[in-house]
């Protein structure tokens, strides 16, 4: 998949979802596939991670969940503790028809 590609996937599935507002930056990050930014409204992603669509696509959902659940709830903690993947984003995973799992095998 390309950059292209991939960024024009991306703005058709933020239209889709009413998250058009967002942006995708993709990054040549080795640590990590993908995170959102709630105070910027970005989502980025590794562009190791375009060698696969299925990969991608994951990455994408599972950071627009991120986004949703900090949209509905406003923060990303629970009882003061940090709760990036708990039950909300959870069931935004759910909503998405992505896998909520915290982290996605690289193969």
Known sequence: ????????YARMTL???G???LRV????????????SPWKEEIHIAKRALFSFELFREILLHELAHHFD????????TNGRNDFHGKNWK?????LGV???RFIPVN
């Open 1 to 8: 998949m390309t950059l292209d590609e991939a960024h024009q």
């Open 15 to 17: 239209k889709q979802h």
């Open 19 to 21: 998250a058009e507002h």
């Open 25 to 36: 930056r993709f990054t040549n990050t080795k640590r990590r596939l993908g995170c959102f």
């Open 70 to 77: 900090f949209q509905e709830r406003g923060t990303f903690r």
């Open 91 to 95: 069931k935004w995973c759910l909503t």
């Open 99 to 101: 896998r909520a799992r």
